[in-house]
């Protein structure tokens, strides 16, 4: 049997892997993609982005069901069923994995194989699979490996749910709990606590360090801080010493301004961060990588031309969107033979945080500035007929300009509504 050489070997099937797969395929290099799922979409469609989005969904219509009962007629309040919603994200999945293998059918030229990759040497991988291993030689290699939950060393972090339990296909959370604890103010963190609450759980955060949402734009954090749902309570400055387990039920024990303080819930969900996966092989041919991921600049490539690194395993902007763009700057700089033709823009990218409601920035925010005057646009949704016909009219919108040029440098929203933007602009 000969050896098999590829164009492109990607190491991982998710965001930062198929769009460069694709792409190459179609103008006829020879691409394989490997990952352990045997699926194409990595982490966003088995346990992120999307499933989040599916309970996230639910979650709103049941919060506005709630809200509007008066406005529908309803006699009574109806109590959402999680399990069903978890049917439904389930649903969602599987609809979609069978789309992505559709897809991946009707393009010639990329394979997709069930395994694990490892780096022999800078143009040899080798994947291992349930039926052996098989070393593949590879003209290019893109690193996509993703990221991981990141477990700290807690006592009794084992009797803690992650993001994984709740969001996987036929996850491990699958009734709605009385009261949830959430130890961790990231926006996965956050996010979920915002569903559960809006589903009828009594909530409670509990965040390290002083503010939620670290390294976000604090300007956002402040709008989007006050709208967050009132049976979500927060505490910050709370350093958790152990989880205990007492049958069904989990308690906290945290420490807060030097006392010991406790809570007791149905289940615990520990969101204190990803980090990134590094395959196996990257630190023996030298690949350099610290605990945020491989080191890459804008053209996504390592110390090797021809070995690139896109997507969370770089830990630059761990964001979907943020790996598609990588992925294809990687396959756009593969298709100039190397040279740095495409560059990845690691400052302007828009970021959400889908919690209920929503907030979004990007660009230059006054956080970001760095003494520049910006001239601030303000529109307040309690303006807005839409805003006014849901009762939403918490939130804002503001627009960042240069003053000289009024060019638009920035942007951010305090709750994702759709609105024109017709208010009075004033100059703060
Ligand atoms: P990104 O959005 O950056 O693509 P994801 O976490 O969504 O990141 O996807 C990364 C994928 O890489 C996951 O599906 C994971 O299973 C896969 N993966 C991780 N390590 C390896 C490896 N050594 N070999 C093959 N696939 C891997």
Redesign the pocket.
């Known amino acids: 049997m000969g050896e098999t050489v590829v164009d492109l070997l990607c190491?991982?099937?998710?965001?930062?892997?198929y769009p460069a797969a694709f792409r190459l395929a179609r103008v006829g290099h020879r691409v394989l993609m490997?990952?352990?799922?045997g699926v194409m979409s990595?982490?966003?469609l088995?346990e992120?982005c999307v499933p989040s989005k599916a309970v996230r969904e639910m979650a709103s219509l049941a919060g506005a069901l709630g809200r509007f009962g008066t406005q529908l007629g309803l006699a009574e309040r109806l109590a959402p069923d999680y399990t069903a919603i978890v049917q439904h994200k389930d649903r969602v999945q599987e609809r979609r994995y069978a789309q992505h293998a559709q897809e991946l059918a009707a393009q010639p030229g990329i394979e997709l194989r069930k395994?694990?990759?490892?780096i022999l040497d800078p143009h040899t991988v080798q994947i291992d699979d349930e039926r052996g291993s098989e070393k593949i030689q590879c003209h290019h290699i893109l690193i996509?490996?993703?990221?991981d939950v990141f477990v700290p060393p807690i006592p009794g972090a084992e009797h803690c749910l992650t993001s994984h339990d709740l969001y996987k296909p036929d996850p491990v959370l699958r009734n709605l709990p009385k009261r949830l604890i959430v130890v961790g103010g990231g926006y996965i963190g956050l996010e979920t606590a915002s569903f559960f609450a809006e589903l009828g759980s009594q909530v409670t955060l509990l965040q390290k360090g002083g503010q939620i949402l670290n390294g976000m734009d604090p300007g956002m954090v402040a709008l989007l801080q006050p709208l967050l749902p009132a049976a979500l309570r927060i505490l910050t400055d709370v350093d958790v010493q152990r989880i205990e387990a007492q049958g069904p039920l989990r308690r906290v024990v945290w420490q807060r301004s030097g006392q010991e303080e406790s809570a007791e819930a149905e289940a615990v969900l520990l969101a204190v961060g990803r980090s990134p996966?590094i395959?196996?092989g990257c630190e023996g041919i030298g690949i350099e990588f610290d605990r945020h991921g491989i080191r890459v600049g804008p053209s996504l490539q390592t110390r090797y031309p021809h070995i690139y690194a896109?997507?969370?395993?770089n830990g630059r902007v761990p964001l979907?969107h943020a790996?598609v763009r990588q992925s294809l700057v990687a396959a756009h700089n593969i298709l100039g033979g190397n040279q740095p033709l495409d560059y990845a823009d690691f400052y302007n990218v828009p970021t959400t945080i889908f919690t209920l409601p929503a907030a979004a920035y990007i660009g230059v925010t006054p956080a970001k500035a760095e003494g520049r005057e910006l001239l601030v646009g303000r529109y307040d949704f309690a303006e807005d007929s839409r805003a006014q016909i849901l009762e939403r009219l918490e939130g804002e919108i503001r627009l960042f300009f240069e003053p000289s040029s009024l060019r638009l440098l920035g942007a951010g929203s305090s709750a994702s509504m759709p609105v024109a933007l017709l208010g009075r602009w004033e100059r703060r």
């Open positions: 190491i991982g099937a998710g965001g930062a892997a490997v990952d352990p799922k990595g982490n966003c088995y992120g395994g694990v990759a490892r996509a490996s993703g990221s996966v395959p196996e896109a997507g969370d395993v979907f790996a």
